[in-house]
């Protein structure tokens, strides 16, 4: 796969991986929904970590923000303060969310659990997750600004994901550095279904699928309500009335 | 199992924090050069691009501009040899006009072995007299400003430049400041480091070839803006002045950029 099409599928098929993965994943649980309780425990525990979760949490926010709004964030750069600010804060956030990364991989080689296959996949996708966090702080190192120059190449770029016509071009022309970030940001969102964490993500679409049944009930017994007080038949069959 | 459906305070916050996002940063505020409509050609000719086009696409098949005849006579000059209803009419319907009996007309078609002009038909009146002002005011011979020398740049030009460069102004296309990846001597850490460092890029590609640099996106800053639509020649001028200036050892003031001596033309940029 040359590089060309690696940012053309790969973020592609990332994303059918998790979505595929994840309905897989709600497809098991549904058959022993007993055991999803104590799967949300054992991932909590394995993942937890309070102050890495905070860290990945501005930080993805921020990401997305860049990417939502890249001229927000130029015009906000345009200030030398404004610029200082929001890199510095990133940077600390950053180097944060790295400590937060290695300390939650340490415990988790010390840790021993009934599924190998599991534990495997979740070194795995800390590992990846540790890969991306340690290439943007360097990427804050040696390539300054990546706020600015980043919602001029990398936004575009996720943006003509989403309206499916990749520009490779805007990350193929990147340094290794940046390529390397945004090839194992997907990576990650693809191992995602065979970790622990996949736990949260069924449990988010078995939420929405009772919400969906709830409002599906709802409105049928609101519809059979009003067919009762409005007897709509009487419009097609007037004498019966 | 219900606790984890309930909406998070996670995403309430984060929530909270886009929208704090958009209030503190707003629309931008930059102030937009080039708002005028000489922005391409500079050196105060003021032509219709698609006037160029339009010549280059349909009269330099058999006319030169200064080189003598081809198929049919050169135009420079056209403009104040003939009056412009007469050159309009006959652009027009060069036919007519020579049925009609004209004596200029018929004058020309037994000049030029009775080759036939075609009837441009299909062009408006404005679109033909665009391109006689176009031809009036130097037609091919007209130069873009960016092509001048950046050592005639006046100081004026050259500080338009480093607004440029540091995005104190805007770019006519939205083109994004080149502080955001690059640096020269002086932007200390407000430079970019993604791009290389510009001190001494005039002096390694010299006028003509970074003129040609700067005609060029280096960054697909705006995917669905042709790569044409990058800069105006004024603006890419400008740059090439402040790269100049940059380039130079010592850098006193923004015309005093070398040892070549300044010129004092009262320029101004954009508005």
Known sequence: MGNNSLFALWPYIAVAILVVGTLLRYLLASQQPSLLAAEIADAKDAFRGRLFWLSIFVLVAGHVAGVLFPRAVLSWNSSIVGLYLLEGLAFAVGLTAVVGSASLIWRHLGRSSRSRVTDFFDTVFLAIVFTILVSGVLIAVFYRWGSSWGAMTLAPYVTSLVSSQPAVQLATQMPALVQLHVLATFAAIAVVPLTRLSTFLVAVVHGCTVLMGRSLRAIGNAATEWSRTHNPGSWFWPEED | ?271
Request: with cysteine; glycine share 10%.
């Open chain 2, 1 to 271: 199992m219900r606790r984890s459906f309930a909406v998070g305070t996670g995403v309430r916050a984060g929530l909270c924090a886009l929208s704090l996002l958009l209030v503190l940063t707003g629309p931008s505020r930059g102030v937009r050069a080039g708002d005028s409509d000489d922005d391409d050609m500079g050196l105060g000719a003021k032509f219709s691009l698609e006037a160029a086009a339009t010549f280059n696409g349909r009269c330099t098949a058999c006319h030169t501009y200064g080189n003598g005849i081809k198929v049919g006579p050169d135009l420079k000059g056209a403009t104040e040899r003939r009056k412009r209803d007469w050159l309009l009419k006959f652009i027009h319907a060069s036919s007519g006009v020579i049925k009609s009996g004209d004596p200029t007309a018929t004058a020309l078609f037994a000049q030029f072995k009775q080759q036939r002009m075609p009837d441009w038909v299909d062009l408006s009146d404005k679109q033909i007299n665009d391109i006689l002002d176009y031809i009036a005011i130097g037609g091919p011979d007209i130069k873009p400003a960016d092509e001048r020398n950046a050592a005639t740049a006046t100081s004026a030009e050259t500080d338009a430049g480093r607004k440029l460069f540091y995005g104190e102004i805007q770019t006519r296309y939205g083109a994004q400041a080149c502080v955001n990846c690059h640096s020269v001597r002086g932007t200390g850490l407000r430079g970019g480091s993604l791009g290389p460092d510009l001190t001494g890029i005039y002096l390694r590609y010299q006028d003509l070839a970074l003129t040609q640099f700067l005609r060029r996106t280096c960054i697909s800053w705006k995917i669905e803006t042709p790569p044409e639509r990058y800069l105006t020649a004024k603006e890419s001028f400008a740059l090439k002045a402040f790269l100049r200036a940059s380039a130079m050892p010592t850098r006193q003031s923004s015309d005093a950029a070398g040892n070549l001596p300044p010129h004092k033309e009262a320029g101004s940029y954009g508005k």
